[in-house]
């Protein structure tokens, strides 16, 4: 593999994507530092002239603190445009900001597709229901992608940026519509859809093998459970149709021009290979891979200095010469700079054979982006700020 040069320059430039796309899908494994390159992208948006809503489905809930915010909740927050503007390049920007209620969201999606108000209130109050939206197969991304595109269906946005979970569940953002239908369309939920169907004379329908069943599970469960169980099934099937209507729309809105995947990553080997399938995998599906992300890179720093040179530069501080520090002492002090020194440049060796892995993947018509290992915390809108000269650069 070839080294990176100073001249290899990608062809796209992250300003680019901010500017040009519409919906941009942060995705990554966890503590790459994902959550705060959504709220930075968010944030430079906003502050280059775009309305911008910042989307985050993580559930570290860290971006209320970086954008000046007490709390992050299923409703659009405004960030203090005092706060984006100083020091903006254009100052007509907005940013708002939402935490997503997965349960609310896929409330939405069901008040949405079911037949009348009725139908609604008898699916939401089913004690199956309150269950099964939390942990069916899909759900939860499911109804995040729908959040999604009805907001971007809305119009109100110029920029979407949504911060996904960590890669595995990011993986599940993608086959939720699949996963969702192929839950609901199982064998044994349509045998209770069709045991409902009958009324009264389920127990003969279903034979004396289904009856021997139903009984059995009943002394488990209780037999008002199996009668949820049924009517719930019967009254989702209704909007089954509606369901995946909006999955087949909003799969189809991720893979539009105007829609950018970007991959964050950092150079600890674990990242690297998640950071790599989901990019074979975003290929395979034919999504818009726009580039990476690299955050917590060490930096490499030549020093032309010897021991011998390094105890005259510390002989020569005035702090240090008042001290009165022996030149042993110096002479240890010497050692120790250069040992950690020497580590800083293993460490930085190491991140460099790491990045190489990841900009040989994405290949010169892509965003890449190497962000050096920050030594405070970005918690707040300033340290925001100060980090868009690293990722717009």
Known sequence: MRAIREGDVPSLRLVDVLLERRILVCVGSGGVGKTTTAATLALAAARRGKRTLVLTIDPARRLANSLGLASLGHHVQEVDPQLVHQGAPVANGKLFAMMLDQKAAFDEVVAKHAKDPAAVQRILANPVYAQISGSLAGAQEYAAM?????FDESGA?????????????????LDAPRKLSEAIDSPAIEW????????????SFVGKSGAFILKRLAKFVGSKFIDDLGVFFTEFNDILGGFRKRAEETFGLLRQPRVGFLLVASPEPMAVREALAFHERLVQAGMPFVGFVVNKVHASHAIRADRAQLEGLLA????IHALGLSGTTRTMAAQELLAA????????????????????????????????????????VERLIALERFLLA
């Not at 020569?316 to 702090?319: D, I, N």
Request: charged residues 25%; without cysteine.
């Open 192 to 203: 209770f859809r069709k045991l409902q169907g009958e009324g009264g004379s389920r127990w």
């Open 146 to 150: 729908a959040k999604l595109h009805d």
């Open 316 to 319: 020569a501080q005035p702090s």
């Open 157 to 173: 946005y110029d920029l979407i940026v949504v911060d996904t979970p960590p890669t595995a569940h990011a993986l599940d953002f």
């Open 341 to 380: 020194h020497a580590e800083i440049e293993t460490l930085a060796e190491a991140d460099r054979d790491a990045v190489l892995k990841l900009w040989n993947a994405g290949g010169a018509t892509s965003v890449f982006v190497q962000v050096p290992l920050q030594r405070d915390d970005v918690h707040d």
